[in-house]
């Protein structure tokens, strides 16, 4: 029995006991850096030398920039542990950082300054926006210049960009400088509409040209008028609205394709209307003559910035009267000849309505038609229309008829 | 005795290659399903093991159809071409089809001269020209035809118990089942379960001395001697049908077909839908139908009682919807998915031995001696000249009916199409194509551009298509309401799936097109109109993908090819030998049942020819129906129904052949008259139904009442008309109705208008665009936004306007929160807003938010659809709040403004207004946009209202618009809050822009009208032009 718990006692002991992690041991290696230069331009080889006693396989430079980080191998060149930085190292400007390492240990530690290399040229980054912005003084586009080296490296802080911009005569210089990456400027709106160009230059480098367009401010009020051939209520006339010039609060011209709505309010409080574009300013309306005698009060609007004059229009009856025929039982009835104000016969399409009511008023039906020849017909079949007495209501250009007709026969 | 080469089979085969390879090429590409294999083939060709197709549907899995035909395409591509691979897959099944029934015939009767027979009436069956040359099934037909060769394997082993025939059998088993899925299972039980049952009536005779004497006993005990045998091939052919195309039923489990199923010409009932009863029971059965109470005869005889069970089965199956008697047997859910003409289809495949029997008994058998016995040689000569010819005629109008009566749109040149989708990115949206077709497929096998749409349509995934009984999306207007609803999603949604481009080859679209904001881009030179809409972002780089297991992969890839090669291997030898006749083969047990075929019976003859002659009759009565019905002029009612019937499809010549020849108008006048009137009924619609009603019918004169319903993309139109006929010379006819006399007012006149062009890209370059040539994004304003109810519906209206320098394109998207901030629900704004604005113009706009119909599984599909149905979305909880995001881009086109509202008066009828169209383009489809305003002038609700006709150039177009009664509207929500324009807050560009604003101007355009819930009223006109010019 003794004998077993010696054993387990023995078991638990020497599980219980561990072996202690003791650190490598490790001589501390001294390591010398030969090299001492540490501002560079970007671009310059960048070697590092180190002395030291021990065998140089272990050895590894370990470098850190704003792109990353490396582990570089030494050569061995007379003696010295010799390191370059490859070119992504030494063409970033900014501050890069070395250990020496060896075997996980760091033993030397520095960094490196590479400025960046203006003197191989600059180049530059532009860009200008909006592309497009409203004349008056509120808007403004932002040219904004990223001038780096060659190696793709912004230009040390406080490099001076001339920006030049010009606007129809004037050409005008300013002179900013780079604040972290890039530099940039606001081109404030004109007064006068039109394009503004602008351009940078770092270091005598010029960049491309850059444009804006001042677009023409809100509209102010107009004018407008109206053109036709002769002021009849034939329905066969194009009446035209036309407006002057309309300008904004700086007296550009507004800008093509603005669109301007044409309210046309009727005698009969109805509100039709037209629109029109404007071409240089002017705009033009177009909508037919009534067909009937009519009022029109016509006003014109950009809708939320501008409103016409209001203008009168009166259209004179052409179709004094005309005549209705009945036949075949009162079931054919002619209508017609229509006579417009020169005793014409008025041109072809003049809408004729008829409505058809019961005897007792209850409306039954519309008819429509149009005029050929001055003339037209409506034929009201038995099928439709069983015999009896109707009221009948013609109505043609404005003019209105009323009959109470007894329908029999075919 | 030494076997000499079966010369009927070498005929047979001479002849159905040269017939049906050299068709082929002429009507397969044409045909509903051939290109959806090559595109399947196109997806292996390109990514053999990996089963998601992303370009189809937002990607689908392939898994979905059996790989081992599209496998084959795709390899056979690699030599010649995705078509080449096709053709040659065709000619197999052509070379396998006719084989296989010749091994199919010889086993059912034995007779090598029969068999011969039956592999040339092969060639000229109408069920196999129509599955191949208008179905274009190229894998069914495979599959058919490779069971037809197992079957004789099949029975071997039953019979003899033989392990090479089990090998054989099983391993073409596996072969027809990696090539078809449905053809092994129902196989199963119309072909092989008769097939073993008549192996075992063999063995059963073999064990008596007559037929007489085969009791039932004596067959069940026979059965029982056969159970591991019949045990052993059911229980391999089962696990072969899982194990084969595993994948399959994997991906059939993890994606049920929940889809509302399409309806399907092959279950209607076919004696009211003539066409399908046409196509999908007259043609397959041809000739045949005379010679089926031989059929009948035949199969229920003592050996082949299994056969006819089978065959009566598959008849009546086929029938569809004719008798109830499929749809008790199938069961709702069976007979709604399964296509029904494929039982028709296996009928008449399982009918050609005996009609093969039955023409060698006619030609040179008992038959020819009782016929010319009983009727005289001369009879005998017609009767066969008239089956010959009956069965030949078939076969010509089978195979030319896709020519006469195309069902599908011309054959397109893809290219132009590729080129665009390959130029400049395009491809990194989606596109869709309208009105290709099946065609559609070989577009997509050509490119790596993402459609929407697809075309094999038990793979639909987007919720939009699977609710709705659509195959698919680019030929909705196939599909009534349902087709267009849901292409209007698409349309006015674009951006949930990155649809940026739409190939039209159909103008029928365009309205639609145009009214949710679609732009036209460019004609491509074959003539396809390309549309674009702005503001769509590019397709993300990563995708969604079901992945499966990668043993499934494996599965996939490699099983199909690998059954190929095994049955290739294992049946090579026989084959060989069968072939070159090098070794002499004992002949197979059946082959010693070959009947002498000396007696036809006299009583079969007469029943024949009564048969005969009821089928004629029949046939007879058809065409007289169809005469009576189609010939014009014959009833008042038919030249109504034609005239409307040659205005839908714009036959005008004969549209005036109807009309009364005494009203004097001539040809000429007639076609000028209807050339000039254009809109949305006489260039986009479609007409759905007619019902036309007759009344006053003297004999001489009758007047009708017309009642159409027409399909338009954008709306249900309805339209009654009154006509009066007249009967002259036995002929009825239509009097022409009376035209608008208007004339313009000048002959020649001027116009100026400021036009707009964008150079896109200045740069000829490969790279991504420069900034510089993006233009800016025009600014908008967004006036007012409230959401409101009516009606119970929930929309967001307002007004907005384009305060920007240049013209915009302008797409809203609204979501609407509850109380707690939850998002509810987006959609964007449809047709009701101008979407093309000028500088300074403003739109009202309203957006619904349209749910997808029936999504959910508890609403069923209304039987029948209400045209005007509109499915509002279903909100969990009431929208309190909203979010208006609005986006302008640089618009230039569509900006025809010359449209003015000339006249308008209020009547008890509503608003009888007057368009006048005083510019230079002819206005298609006039729309009004109508808004309703309060006393305050403050927006409350928009309406629309499409003009049925186009407004011609200075010429009027008269309109009515009822107003509509507001009385339980309710404005939720208004405020300008959470609106933004371009990503910007409303309000920064209210304030910079447009930092005096006149608010008096909207009111001072709106006309003061009292209605119930509104006291203004406005009416906005946007106008479609179909032909810019």
């Not at chain 2, 990563?542 to 043993?551: G, L, Q, S």
């Not at chain 2, 001489?700 to 009654?720: D, F, G, M, Q």
Request: hydrophobic letters at 40%; charged letters at 20%.
């Amino acid at each position: 029995m003794h004998k077993t718990i010696y054993i387990i006692l023995c078991f638990i002991m020497l599980g219980c006991s561990s072996k202690k992690e003791e650190p490598k041991k490790s001589a501390q290696i001294n390591a010398i850096a030969l090299t001492k230069k540490d501002r560079y331009t970007a671009g310059d080889a960048i070697t590092m030398a180190f002395k030291t006693e021990a065998p140089i396989e272990n050895f590894k430079l370990h470098i850190k920039n704003a792109y990353g980080t490396l582990l570089v191998a030494p050569e061995m060149v007379h003696g010295e542990m010799v390191f370059s930085f490859p070119t992504n190292f030494s063409r970033k400007s900014g501050l890069c950082r070395w250990k020496l390492i060896n075997e996980g240990q760091t033993l030397l530690k520095g960094e490196i300054e590479i400025h960046p290399n203006e003197q191989k040229g600059t180049n530059m980054a532009t860009y200008f926006g909006p592309r497009s912005i409203t004349a008056g003084d509120i808007d403004y586009s932002m040219l904004v210049i990223a001038p780096t080296d060659v190696f793709d490296n912004p230009v040390a802080r406080g490099t001076e960009v001339t920006v030049k911009s010009q606007f129809l005569a004037s050409i005008n210089e300013y002179k900013v400088a780079t604040t972290e990456l890039m530099a940039w400027y606001n081109v404030r709106s004109t007064h006068k509409s039109g394009r503004i160009l602008v351009t940078a230059a770092c270091n005598a480098t010029p960049s491309k040209e850059l444009t804006t367009i001042v677009f023409p401010s809100n509209s102010t009020s107009f004018k407008i008028t109206a053109f036709q051939d002769h002021d009849y209520a034939d329905g066969n006339q194009i009446l035209k609205l036309r407006s002057d010039i309309i300008k904004d609060e700086f007296g550009n011209t507004v800008s093509d394709g603005t669109l301007v709505t044409f309210i046309i309010k009727n005698d009969k409080d109805a509100y039709l209307y037209t629109v029109g574009t404007t071409i240089n300013g002017i705009v033009e309306g177009r909508t037919l003559h009534p067909s009937q005698a009519a009022h029109w009060n016509i006003q014109a609007f950009i809708t939320g910035a501008s409103e016409s004059n209001s203008i009168d229009v009166t259209f004179r009856t052409a179709i004094e009267d005309y005549k209705v025929y009945f036949s075949k039982g009162n079931r054919n009835i002619d209508i017609g000849p229509l006579e417009s104000f020169m005793k014409q016969l008025v041109p072809d399409g003049i809408l004729v309505q008829m409505d058809v009511f019961s005897e007792h008023g209850d409306f039954i039906e519309t008819k429509k038609t149009t005029t050929k020849k001055g003339v037209c017909n409506f034929y009201l079949s038995p099928e439709y229309l069983e015999n009896g007495t109707y009221k009948l209501v013609i109505r043609a250009a404005g003019i209105t008829k009323e009959f109470k007709k007894e329908m029999n026969g075919i | 005795m030494k076997k000499k080469t079966n010369t009927l089979l070498i005929l047979a085969l001479i002849v159905g290659l040269a017939f049906h390879g050299s068709a082929i090429f002429f009507t397969l590409e044409s045909t509903y399903d051939a290109l959806i294999h090559l595109f399947f083939a196109d997806h292996y060709a390109d990514s053999w093991f990996d089963p998601w197709e992303y370009r189809w549907y937002t990607g689908f899995t392939v898994q979905s159809y059996p790989p081992l035909v599209h496998q084959v395409i795709g390899i056979l591509s690699y030599i010649g071409g995705l078509k080449f691979g096709m053709y040659t897959v065709a000619l197999l099944a052509i070379v396998l089809f006719i084989t296989g029934v010749y091994r199919y015939t010889l086993l059912m009767t034995g007779s090598r001269r029969i068999a011969g027979y039956g592999a040339v009436l092969a060639v000229f069956s109408s069920t196999f020209v129509e599955t191949l040359h208008i179905f274009g099934q190229l894998p069914s037909i495979t599959a058919l035809s490779i069971l037809l060769h197992s079957m004789t394997e099949i029975y071997l082993w039953i019979k003899t118990g033989k392990i090479r025939y089990f090998l054989t059998s099983v391993t073409m088993l596996a072969v027809t089942v990696t090539s078809h899925h449905v053809t092994p299972i129902f196989g199963m039980v119309f072909f092989i379960a008769p097939l073993i049952g008549m192996a075992v009536m063999d063995a059963s005779r073999e064990r008596v001395n007559s037929y007489k004497e085969l009791t039932f006993k004596i067959f069940w005990n026979t059965t029982l001697k056969h159970f591991w045998r019949i045990a052993k091939f059911g229980g391999t052919s089962l696990f072969l049908i899982v194990f084969c195309i595993f994948p399959y039923w994997y991906n059939s489990k993890r994606n049920p077909i929940t889809q509302v199923a399409i309806p399907h010409g092959s279950r209607d009932n076919f004696l009211e839908i003539t066409s399908s009863g046409l196509v999908f029971f007259v043609i397959p059965w041809g000739i045949f139908l005379f010679v089926l109470p031989y059929f009948f005869y035949r199969y229920f005889s003592k050996r082949y009682i299994f056969f006819g069970l089978s065959f009566a089965l598959l008849t009546i199956l086929g029938t569809g919807g004719t008798t109830p008697i499929p749809l008790m047997m199938l069961g709702e859910t069976a007979f709604n998915i399964l296509t029904l003409d494929r039982f028709t289809l296996w009928a008449t495949i399982m009918a050609l031995p005996i009609f093969a029997e039955f023409a060698y008994r006619m030609v040179e058998g008992d038959l020819k001696v009782l016929v010319q016995e009983k009727f005289g040689e001369v009879y005998h000569r017609v009767i066969g000249g008239l089956i010959a010819g009956g069965m030949l005629f078939m076969v010509l109008f089978t195979m030319t009916l896709g020519y006469f009566r195309p069902s599908q749109p011309a054959k397109i040149n893809m290219l132009p199409i590729v080129n665009f989708l390959g130029a400049d990115s395009h491809d990194s949206w989606r596109y869709l194509p309208l009105g290709f077709g099946d065609q559609m497929a070989w577009l997509s096998a050509q490119t790596t551009a993402m459609t929407v749409d697809g075309n094999y349509h038990s793979a639909r995934r987007l919720p939009e298509l699977t609710t709705r009984a659509i195959e698919r999306i680019e030929n909705s207007k196939f599909r009534g309401v349902e087709g267009i609803g849901s292409l209007q999603q698409f349309l006015t949604v674009p951006e949930k799936y990155n649809l940026k481009y739409i190939f039209s080859n159909d103008k029928f679209y365009d309205p639609i097109l145009y009214y949710c904001g679609w732009q036209r881009l460019q004609q491509l030179e074959n003539g396809i109109m390309v549309w674009e809409k702005l503001n769509v972002p590019p397709i993300p780089q990563i995708i969604p993908k079901e992945d499966v297991p990668t043993i499934m992969k494996i599965m996939w890839g490699i099983i199909p090819l690998t059954t190929v090669l095994l049955a290739f291997i294992i049946n090579i030898q026989l084959i060989w030998v069968r072939l070159l006749k090098s070794k002499k083969l004992e002949p197979p047990s059946f082959m010693k049942l070959e009947l002498p075929y000396n007696k036809f019976s006299y009583k079969l003859l007469i029943f024949s020819h009564f048969w005969a002659f009821i089928v004629l009759i029949c046939l007879g009565y058809g065409i007289y129906l169809f005469y009576v019905k189609n010939v014009a002029q014959l009833s008042a009612n038919n030249v109504v129904e034609a005239y409307y019937d040659a205005l839908d499809f714009k036959e005008f010549n004969r549209a005036h052949s109807y009309l009364d020849p005494d009203s004097n108008i001539d040809i000429a006048q007639y076609m000028l008259e209807v050339s000039v009137t254009d809109g949305i009924l006489s260039s986009y619609a479609k007409m759905d139904s007619l019902h036309v009603e007759i009344y006053d019918e003297t004999p001489t004169s009758a007047k009708a009442k017309v009642h159409t319903r027409w399909i338009t993309p954008l709306e249900n139109l309805y339209s009654s008309d009154y006509h009066e006929l007249v009967k002259r010379k036995s002929k009825w006819y239509i009097k022409p109705s009376k035209f608008d006399n208007d004339i313009p007012p000048d002959q020649l006149f001027t116009a100026n208008g400021t036009t707009f062009y964008n150079h896109g890209r200045r740069k000829i370059t490969t790279q991504e665009t420069y900034h510089e040539d993006v233009l800016k994004q025009p600014v908008l304003e967004i006036l007012s936004a409230k959401l409101v109810k009516n009606r119970g519906q929930f929309s967001i209206i307002g007004e907005i306007q384009n305060v920007d320098n240049v013209p915009a394109d302008v797409v809203i998207k609204a979501t609407l929160y509850n109380d707690a901030n939850k998002e509810l629900a987006n959609y964007n704004a449809k047709y009701h807003m101008k979407h093309k604005l000028m500088p300074k113009e403003t739109t009202v706009f309203k957006i619904n938010f349209e749910g997808i119909a029936w999504s959910s599984t508890k609403d069923t599909l209304p039987p029948t659809f209400d045209p005007d149905q509109f499915t509002p979305m279903n909100f969990e909880d009431q929208p309190t709040n909203f979010n208006l995001q609005s986006a302008g881009n640089v618009a230039n086109t569509d900006l025809y403004k010359g449209v003015a509202l000339q006249d308008m008066e209020y009547t008890d009828q509503g608003f009888n207004g007057v368009l006048f169209n005083a510019g230079v383009q002819e206005v298609t489809i006039p729309q009004l946009i109508i808004s309703y305003y309060n006393k305050e002038n403050e927006l409350l609700w928009v309406d629309h209202s499409f003009v049925p006709e186009g407004v011609r150039i200075q010429r009027k177009q008269f309109f009515n618009y009822k107003p509509l009664e507001l009385d339980s509207l309710e404005v939720i929500r208004s405020d300008l809050k959470n609106c933004f324009v371009n990503g910007m807050p409303n309000a920064s560009i209210a304030e910079k822009v447009f930092p005096n604003r006149n608010y008096s101007h909207g009111a001072s355009q709106t006309q003061p009208f009292s209605g119930v819930g509104f006291e203004f009223i406005k009416f906005e006109i946007n106008s479609y032009i179909g032909n810019p010019k």
